[in-house]
């Protein structure tokens, strides 16, 4: 009997974790539904007890998800969230109306799972989780459940639900080795999601032929098609130091050059979102948010649309650009692929490119870590190249050793906390440190920060 909430990790990770192991070493023979259907039938299904909406996507998806439930909770529904992986406590993986699983709760969920799992032949970590969310959420009784894949989508473990609603994020070049090497291959991996009949959004994609793959397979499936570049338009704002958009179907462009032309005094007015996460590339996030909660109030006439709009303004995402430290300058964001680190690089020029920039960076070995670094170098003045606690975790000498040939100084620092302390004797109003690489050691660096600085948000925590 499991008794404590380290217990409860050990057991779940004792299980194969494939997040933790090279690509190279697994094979995509490994990846199938059979063992989470077979779980969740024990179970009695728990998935199928709440409206899932359903989001998959290389880059985007988790911002999506947490925007979405940040709305559908403002209008007023209990919603689940269930995101990977965290970025400090196992906890954030599960939450309620934006408060993390009590320590507790996964203690008692793994003790009833695990006398299920044992009686099977093979479960994967991620499968066991899974299936935790799922029970998590049918027991406390929620009104939505947000669901974010894990690796891929036609075979993650989350694909056995029914959504009500499919979302399918921008998608370009990661995790080659389990979904192919062309963006067509990994696009049709990511619409493995779309069910019969079942509405699917599509969010902006940086490459066509990944827009195509999905609306081909929608077509296939009957599912109603809604492309968020074809449907909307959208603008930034900036008023006041915050961000914000202006969005409206394309079928009211006329309507928005009239509104405009005449100095906005016009009746009609595009919907205002608050921006709670900095770039471009969530602004296109927030239209797919923005498009999905607009098909969602046609099936669920209890949604209040302008209540749900304004949710979308206090969502809370951390290492996604976040500014840990004002009078110091330190950000920490999670981009993990080149795709990821263009869009940092753009944001970082907007909003520090008068400064100095040092990056500390860390990555997993499997990345395609030149053209991460190379693309840095063209917007940083040096580099610290450190390492996460994962085991993936490419070498700081390796990285460095990258970094050399680019011309920018580098220098290595073997840990998170060597890297950190760089940070607190080093860092001035003038210089802007940058943490980057991967979630693992953008949430490394902000744990150390949290330790120091105990009024930094958090997500919320259940009482035990």
């Known amino acids: 009997m499991i008794k404590t909430i380290d217990e409860a990790l050990d057991l779940i990770y004792a299980y194969v974790d494939y997040s933790m192991t090279h690509s190279k070493s697994v094979s995509k023979d490994v990846f199938s539904l059979d063992s989470i259907r077979i779980l969740c039938d024990k179970l009695g299904n728990p998935q199928n007890c709440y409206p899932v909406i359903h989001i998959a996507g290389t880059k985007g998806k988790g911002s999506v998800s947490a925007m979405l439930a940040s709305a559908l909770q403002n209008a007023g529904f209990k919603t689940g969230l269930y995101t990977s992986p965290h970025l400090i406590r196992f906890n954030e993986r599960f939450q309620i109306n934006g408060k993390m699983i009590s320590d507790k709760e996964i203690v008692d969920l793994s003790n009833r799972i695990s006398r299920i799992v044992d009686t099977m032949e093979k479960v994967s970590s991620f499968e066991f989780m899974t299936a935790m969310a799922f029970e998590y959420f049918k027991e406390n009784n929620v009104d939505f459940a947000v669901i974010e894949t894990g690796l891929g989508g036609r075979l993650d473990s989350t694909n056995i639900v029914n959504p009500v609603l499919s979302v399918i994020t921008s998608i370009s070049m990661d995790h080659t080795s389990f979904l192919g090497n062309t963006i067509e291959k990994i696009a049709a991996e990511k619409a493995g999601i779309i069910k019969e009949n079942i509405p699917v959004i599509c969010g902006c994609q940086p490459y066509p032929e990944a827009e195509k793959v999905i ?21 930034n704002q900036r008023e006041n130091g ?116 040092i990056c ?101 925590i259940n009482e035990e």
């Open 360 to 460: 500390i960076f860390g990555a997993s070995e499997d990345k395609d870590l030149e053209q991460m670094i190379n693309k840095l170098a063209q917007h940083v003045d040096s580099f610290i190249m450190t390492r996460s606690t994962h085991p993936r975790a490419a070498s700081p000498h390796l990285l460095a050793k990258i970094a050399s040939k680019t011309g920018r100084k580098n220098r290595i620092a073997e840990t998170l906390e060597e890297a950190y302390e760089i940070y607190k004797q080093q860092g001035t109003e003038d210089i802007c440190f940058l943490v980057t690489g991967s979630l693992f050691t953008a949430g490394g660096i902000r744990e150390l920060y949290m330790k120091e600085d105990p009024q930094l948000r958090y997500f919320g």
């Open 215 to 235: 609306k081909e397979t929608a077509s296939k499936r009957n599912s109603p098609w809604f492309s968020v570049s074809e449907r909307f338009r959208f603008i």
């Open 242 to 357: 915050q961000d914000s958009m202006l969005i409206w179907r394309t079928e009211d462009q006329k309507l928005m050059e009239d509104w405009t032309s005449q100095n906005q005094t016009s009746s009609w007015k595009p919907a205002a979102i608050q921006l709670p996460l900095h770039g471009y590339h969530q602004m296109q996030n927030a239209a797919a948010v923005f498009a999905a909660l607009n098909k969602l109030k046609s099936r669920f006439c209890q949604l209040d649309f302008n209540k749900a709009v304004s949710g979308i303004g206090n969502t809370f995402w951390p290492c996604r650009f976040e500014l840990l430290c004002e009078q110091k300058p330190l950000v920490t964001d999670g981009a993990h692929n080149i795709d990821s680190i263009e869009k940092l690089c753009m944001v970082l020029d907007r909003y520090y490119g008068t400064k100095k920039i």
